[in-house]
């Protein structure tokens, strides 16, 4: 009875943490790694920064297309605006002008 007590006594530990360990485990990594973990966490604040910087792009931008808008819109039309966008359409130029030629730039906010 000595050799039955001993076994149970360490028999049943053993296999208790064998099952408990590989669950507790399993939870720790998921809490960590899973789909709303601390890992997922970090990286959805790294997005959320990226995002909101390009937001403020996108916003500069829309405000200074909002500005050149208001200037060839209403009853007057500013002479700058106006002479700026014929030139660029018909690809004229006066006589006595100097013209530098860049190169096209990429993106809707070359003009």
Known sequence: MD???FLR????PVSL???VGPVAGYFVWHGVN???GLKAGVE?????GELRQELDTLQAERSQWE???GLIRGDMVDSDI???QARALLGRVHRN???ILLPPSSGPAGR
């Open 67 to 69: 500005r050149k808008i």
């Open 97 to 99: 002008e100097v013209v």
């Open 34 to 36: 899973g789909q709303s």
């Open 9 to 12: 006594s360490l028999v049943l």
């Open 82 to 84: 106006l002479d700026e």
């Open 17 to 19: 943490y064998g099952v």
């Open 44 to 48: 959805y604040e790294q997005r959320i």
């Open 3 to 5: 050799i039955r007590n």
